[in-house]
């Protein structure tokens, strides 16, 4: 039997990851996508969540799905644009409110005896956010809760599993939000709630032999925690028909490459390294454009990647760590004319001309259940745990030219950052970290002399997903110890700083 699961359709709205994450952190399988794209309607879809919007309802263009096959058919639940389409659809009113509604408001009437809504009271804050009210709905429309300034703040079709709701359970300060969302996931749309990492696994390993056979793979390790958790997986399912190509860049962090290589093999894995900084420093030498740099070696990867990959006799796939948010095909929110792709770092880079099959174990899942896989597999927490690490490496910490000089100074640098971090436990209170080499020298006194030497700065951030992030406020005495450690440490760096920049407007990495 398919793995069952709950159809996201998607109109554009900042929360419809946030809700695909609520769903499955009910052990639910989902998938989000756009709201005129809707996959084919197979058995294993128990439910239908159609999303909130930017647009209103009002708009000349504004966003219409087709529901053939799903209203009326299967359970369905409208949140705020969705809730707002479907009474307008069937002849309601929505018009814009008097006052926006934006934030907290709590049930003043609740009908606790709407599958919907069981479990929940009168008084139960909810989050809202909109700017259109569903003034009238149609005939056969059934109140179930409201607001003391929105009566119709949910409904229900009577004669179907249709509900609707205008604010949003997805969010956090929705108190009862995830009691209503397992309301109609188990109870309305019967879900088994079966779909955790041990089942994940078992499933993606038979589908991975059923569809591999006997083929040879090739994949590129870095070290970080989705290429290790993709590697381990098909492992599992191919063994020793899984190759796997870890190269060194010269741009990692110190001692990196030959501790995660020991790992790699330590866990069964069948991993060549390949030790090619000299060619990396070559292309790089004079560069100092951050994107030019990026490109060259981006191109060298390739052309090293691509003839590992052809001394492996019959290769058939190559895979790769891609995850869900990166594949997630989104509405455009600025109500540009279709779906747009995201376009990310990293994926996408490796050439046609290798004719290969592609292969993604992990698209389906966000980053931290990327994690939860791994440790259902046992890897190794100090892999899971790390932080993110950019592909083009120290190349992009070191502002301007790249030199071997200047790589090793920094791997110092790093070093004394991350093992402090590590020792004092703030490791795992980071989002990322890392050390900029800044194209700055200052005046400095070690002894008796003056010094004239190079400045670096530290970074280390909080943040979910890379997109926004702040700077995390680190004890001054922590600083004072690393600083100090740097300075006198470290030969050719007399000063050292603290970036204390938020993302927006800065960025997490310098170039
Ligand atoms: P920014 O600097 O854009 O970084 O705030 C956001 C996240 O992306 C990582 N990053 C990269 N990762 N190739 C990568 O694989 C790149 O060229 C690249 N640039 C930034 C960065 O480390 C952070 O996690």
């Known amino acids: 039997m398919a793995q069952e699961k709950i159809l996201i359709l998607d109109f554009g709205s900042q929360y419809t990851q946030l809700i695909a994450r609520r769903v499955r952190e009910l052990n639910i399988y989902c998938e989000i996508h756009p709201y005129n794209k809707i996959p084919e309607l197979t058995d294993n879809i128990k439910g239908v969540i159609l999303s909130g919007s930017p647009f209103s309802v009002r708009d000349e263009h504004a966003p219409i799905p087709n529901l053939d096959g799903i209203k009326g058919v299967l359970p369905l639940l409208g949140v705020c644009y969705g809730a707002q389409h479907l009474a307008k659809d069937s002849g309601g009113e929505v018009l814009p409110s008097k006052i926006r509604e934006y934030g907290r408001a709590n049930l003043s009437f609740v009908n606790s005896s709407n599958p919907l809504l ?15 009210t569903i003034i009238t709905l149609p005939k056969g429309f059934q109140i179930i809760t409201s607001t003391e300034d929105v009566e119709v703040a949910g409904y229900q079709i009577t004669k179907e599993k249709t509900f609707a709701i205008q604010f949003h359970p997805e969010v956090y300060h929705s108190t009862d939000g995830k009691q209503l969302l397992s309301n109609f996931l ?135 760590g891609t995850i869900y948010p990166d594949v997630i095909e989104s509405v455009s929110a600025t109500g540009g004319p279709s779906a747009t792709i995201k376009s990310h770092h990293n994926v996408g880079g490796l050439p046609d001309f290798m004719k290969l099959k592609v292969v993604e174990p992990l698209n389906t899942l966000f980053k931290d259940e990327v994690r939860r896989i791994g440790r259902s597999m046992n890897i190794d927490e100090s892999l899971l745990g790390r932080h993110p ?65 190079n400045a670096v700065a530290l970074r280390a951030v909080e943040s979910t997903d890379g997109m926004t992030a702040d700077w995390v406020h680190l004890p001054y005495e922590f600083l004072a110890k690393v600083s100090n450690d740097i300075i006198n440490k470290v ?16 960025t997490i990495e310098w170039e």
Request: proline letters at 3%; aromatic letters at 8%.
């Open 491 to 506: 030969k050719g760096i007399n000063r050292v700083v603290y970036d204390i920049s938020s993302k927006p407007p800065a």
């Open 186 to 320: 188990v109870n309305i749309c019967e879900c088994a709630q079966d779909w955790n990492a041990d089942s994940f696994v078992q499933r993606t390993v038979e589908d991975l032999k059923a569809k591999l056979g006997n083929d040879k793979v090739v994949l590129g390790l870095s070290g970080g925690v989705d290429s290790t958790v993709a590697g381990v997986l098909l492992h599992k399912a191919i063994g020793a028909n899984l190759y796997c190509i870890f190269v060194d860049n010269g741009l990692l962090r110190k001692n990196e490459f030959e501790n995660v290589l020991e790992q790699y093999r330590g866990m069964g894995l069948n991993v060549k390294g390949v030790d090619s900084k000299e060619r990396f420093y070559e292309v790089l030498d004079g560069l100092s454009d951050p994107e030019a740099k990026r490109k060259a070696i981006g191109n060298k990867f390739i052309d090293i990647f691509d003839d590992e990959a052809h001394l492996i006799e019959d290769v058939k796939w190559l895979a790769q």
């Open 389 to 453: 690490f950019p592909g083009p490496g120290l190349a992009i910490r070191i502002l301007g030219d790249v030199t071997k000089e200047k790589v090793r100074i920094l791997q110092e640098v790093d070093h004394i950052f991350i093992t402090s971090l590590i020792s004092a436990g703030l490791y795992d209170k980071v989002w990322q970290a890392g050390a900029i080499f800044l194209p700055v020298q200052s005046v400095g006194v070690m002894g008796d002399e003056r010094t004239y030497e």
């Open 118 to 132: 069981e479990g929940i009271s009168e008084g139960s804050q909810v989050w809202m956010s909109h700017g259109d």
